[in-house]
């Protein structure tokens, strides 16, 4: 991922400006040690700093069109360039960067061309020519933008808040799937998918054309001109990743670059025997397994640099990003500048385990497509920033725009946790991979009970995380919360500590109100917490809150799992899954 600011008709064009311009981009340099880039035209200025992974020696940015009057800086990855280099055959391109489409685009269609993008993107385009620009951000939000104005009347863009946190008097998260013009003004939605809507979808469940689908959506990500890998914990949905990329590395031109036997990695206590299961899936498909160790300690001393950089104070995010950002350190020094990770299959189909609880399947699609809307808050703000924060790429195949349209449009009810038909969490996405003749994954790993990925270490990381904090926060302090922290008050000493920090890095109003508050047991929304009275009493983030769903509930409740015979429960082991994470619970 690259990093992006843009301080768009500041009404400035002095040396003083520039500089101050360039300071704030380096407050980005992580996200993009490879070039920085500056350009400017009049008191508008588009700096950039560079993580080269297609073409890395001639994409630098920002990129022009021929005559230079279109500038872009983009952070992203566009997965169809070259289709879209064939529709713009009168246009000649001076790099062979995937992002120097944009502009050409632009001239082209005009700002209707965002559509025509598959992949992850953010930019700012300029046109000089009437000095009008336009900002994008892709359809789910797996690059991060913040957008911020001054009192000058000036727009700021910026990958992080920390690049225009300072400067602006307002600034905001810029929402996924817009696109925001200076001629309107204003924001106007450029994804308009039919699962927005809410409406209930009728497609019947087809295993073939969902595999087909999420299999494209992985091979399309195989785009690298750099050494890349996959992130493994040895849960369903990194392992399903890891199976289809090894399966399918071969012949690609990322292996003819860095060879056909794939790279994996996971992070994991010392001993864990969960890191023995994320081998087990390694070893199965072939991929050289590259295994990192950390300590609670470790964690507990990051949780000041992961708020920094993941810029949150949501205790789940914090949880979960602490070992993916120390896992990321570990990966870039190995010289890799790209993973590919398993964000976004439980939004999709409604894998958490509060979802066994959902009453039909009108309230199961509302709440995917509530999730789905947030997941740039949560999820993808986690794996976005905190490999970024190391200058490292991850890309989210289950987030692909065509894939989650054939997830989407299939009949909820086929997505319904059935326990009398055998059917636990994500039966879909287990059924679709379920080849008998070619198999993608062990039987157990592909039937592996759900755990969230904030869980773990025997619930000790999350446990240790507590006690931290009860040493830092007092039952007067938390008494006193809702005076000192009057917006999405901290209702645990947990959640005050890292709201301590956050503010000591973002103290601005507007920093607070880019993080997202409300009732939640297991991940849920606040409706879903309806679905069952005793959450009512159990608001936690961590999955063992769903009472009698969970193989290690907080009440030791039976587990609603009965599609898998009980001798192969009993030799899973508890995961972790984030992608890369397997930690013993």
């Known amino acids: 991922m690259c990093g992006i600011l843009a301080v768009l008709g500041c009404s400035d064009d002095s040396q003083a400006k520039r500089v101050r311009v360039l300071e704030l981009s380096r407050r980005l340099k992580h996200r993009g040690p490879d070039w920085s880039g500056l350009y400017q035209h009049g008191d508008s200025y588009l700096a950039h700093q560079r993580l080269a992974i297609v073409d890395p020696a001639s994409g630098d940015q920002p990129l022009f069109n021929e005559d230079k009057s279109v500038a872009v800086t983009v952070n992203g990855e566009i997965y169809n360039h070259e289709e879209l ?54 359809a789910i939000g797996v690059t991060s933008l913040y957008i911020g104005w001054g009192l000058d009347g000036s727009v700021w863009i910026s990958s992080e808040m920390k690049g225009l946190s300072d400067d602006c008097e307002h600034f905001e998260s810029f929402p996924p799937g817009h696109l925001y013009t200076s001629k309107s003004r204003g924001f106007r939605r450029w994804y308009n998918p039919p699962w927005f809507s809410e409406s209930i979808p009728s497609v019947p469940y087809d295993p073939l054309v969902l595999r087909h689908a999420f299999e494209n959506a ?36 990322a292996a003819k670059q860095w ?10 206590l010392e001993g864990s025997p969960d890191l023995k299961a994320a081998k087990e899936v390694a070893d199965y498909l072939g991929t050289v397994h590259h295994e990192f160790h950390f300590t609670v300690q470790d964690g507990i001393d990051a949780i000041e640099d992961v708020i920094y950089h993941i810029e949150t104070y949501d205790v789940t995010t914090i949880r979960a990003s602490t070992p993916m950002f120390l896992m990321s350190r570990k990966i870039k020094s190995l010289g890799v500048k790209m993973v590919i990770s398993g964000e976004g299959s439980d939004e999709i189909f409604g894998g958490y385990l509060y979802f066994h609880k959902a009453p039909n399947k009108e309230e199961l699609h509302r709440e995917t497509c509530h999730k789905i809307k947030a997941l740039h808050q949560y999820d993808c703000l986690r794996a976005n920033k905190a490999t970024s924060a190391w200058g490292l790429e991850a890309r989210v195949p289950f987030l692909d725009k065509e894939f989650i349209k054939v997830a989407m449009s299939i009949d909820p009810e086929s997505k319904m946790i059935k326990k009398d038909q055998g059917r636990i969490e994500k039966w879909i996405l287990r059924k679709a991979f379920d080849d008998e003749e070619r198999p993608y994954l062990p039987k157990h790993i592909l039937y592996r009970q759900k755990e ?13 995380l507590k006690a931290h904090a009860a040493k ?24 005050y500590y890292y709201r301590m920090i956050f503010e000591r890095f973002f103290p601005q109003n507007s920093a607070r109100l880019t993080v997202p508050g409300g009732a939640s047991v297991a991940c849920s929304t606040a409706k879903a917490v309806e679905w069952d009275v005793a959450w009512k009493n159990n608001l936690d983030p961590s999955g063992r809150a769903a009472l009698g769903v969970h193989l290690s509930a907080y009440d ?30």
Request: charged residues 20%; hydrophobic residues 40%.
């Open 472 to 495: 830092h926060v007092t039952d007067k302090m938390i008494l006193n919360a809702s005076y000192i922290f009057p917006h999405n008050t901290p209702t645990t000493k947990e959640a």
């Open 556 to 585: 030791a409740e039976a587990p609603l799992i009965s599609n898998v015979p009980s001798k192969v429960i009993d030799s899973i082991p508890r995961m972790v899954e984030v992608p890369g994470v397997a930690i013993h619970t």
């Open 218 to 253: 992985v091979i399309k990500r195989l785009m690298t001109d750099v050494p890349f890998g996959v992130l493994l914990s040895g849960g369903l949905d990194s392992s399903l990743v890891a199976s289809i990329t090894a399966r399918y590395l071969a012949g690609t031109k």
């Open 452 to 464: 969230q990925f904030s869980d773990g270490v025997g619930y000790s990381w999350i446990d240790g």
């Open 259 to 268: 060879g056909s036997q794939l790279h994996s990695f996971c992070v994991g």
């Open 85 to 138: 280099r064939k529709k713009l055959v009168n246009h000649k391109f001076r790099t062979g960067s995937d992002c120097d489409v944009i502009a050409h685009l632009y001239e082209e269609y005009g700002e209707d061309f965002v559509d025509m993008l598959d992949g992850i993107f953010s930019f700012v385009l300029l046109d000089s020519r009437d000095n009008s620009f336009i900002v994008a951000r892709d």
